[in-house]
Antibody, heavy 121, light 110 residues
Framework: QITLKESGPTLVKPTQTLTLTCTFS??????????VGWIRQPPGKALEWLAL???????RYSLSLKSRVTITKDTSKNQVVLTMTNMDPVDTATYYC?????????????WGQGTLVTVSS | QSVLTQPPSVSAAPGQKVTISCSGS????????VSWYQQLPGTAPKLLIY???KRPSRIPDRFSGSKSGTSATLGITGLQTGDEADYYC???????????FGGGTKLTVL
């Protein structure tokens, strides 16, 4: 059974760096074809994809956020970490991590419950 | 402004059928697989359709997907009140080098 869970601060101040951890079970990021992505959703708004990390360490980033976002993995801990610098109130959103399979098929078949991050001074 | 265009809302009566459209371009839908997600109020999105028309085993066959050219469609038959949710389409955009989602469609079952 595949599960994912996001963890990190619920409140960050403007200009600070956000670090979110996705801890997963039921699969390994060393298995061919597997990926873990991050998607966010501002309150009342649509989904926005942020980043995707594949089993082979290949990475994809949203163009609009590429300069601010980094995605890394710790395979031994079954964790994927998202770092976003220079946080702004417009970054207030629920952040989800999700499992992707199928060798670069770019869909997400299992999602975490999400964690709400508020950016405010 | 989303790269993929969906109607903001659709509605239908219980037991009826509804379709939700997702319009894109040759850089996204036209040359890549489409997926669909259901987001019930207050919950995380759930995958309904992948590779244009395939359903995960846990998804009932009331849900179907199709693609033609640069547009995709999600169909839901035998509508139930429990289907009231937001629905999102998604795909890869080769020009942007990014996963893109539609703006979402709110389904109301009257």
């Amino acid at each position: 059974q595949i599960t994912l869970k996001e963890s990190g601060p619920t409140l960050v101040k403007p200009t600070q760096t956000l670090t979110l951890t996705c801890t997963f079970s039921g699969f390994s990021l060393s298995t061919g074809g597997v990926g873990v992505g991050w998607i966010r959703q501002p309150p009342g708004k649509a989904l926005e994809w942020l980043a995707l990390l594949f089993w082979n360490d290949d990475r994809r980033y949203s163009l609009s956020l590429k300069s601010r976002v980094t995605i890394t993995k710790d395979t031994s801990k079954n964790q994927v970490v998202l770092t976003m610098t220079n946080m702004d109130p417009v970054d207030t959103a629920t952040y989800y991590c999700a499992h992707s399979s199928g060798y670069y098929q770019y869909y997400f078949d299992y999602w975490g419950q999400g964690t709400l991050v508020t950016v405010s001074s | 402004q989303s790269v993929l265009t969906q109607p903001p809302s659709v509605s239908a009566a219980p037991g009826q059928k509804v379709t939700i459209s997702c319009s894109g371009s040759s850089s996204n839908i036209g040359n890549n697989y489409v997926s669909w997600y259901q987001q019930l109020p207050g919950t995380a999105p759930k995958l309904l359709i992948y590779d244009n028309n395939k359903r995960p085993s846990r998804i009932p066959d009331r849900f179907s997907g199709s693609k033609s050219g640069t547009s995709a469609t999600l169909g839901i038959t035998g509508l139930q009140t429990g289907d009231e949710a937001d629905y999102y389409c998604g795909t890869w955009d080769g020009s942007l080098g990014a996963v893109v989602f539609g703006g979402g469609t709110k389904l109301t079952v009257l």
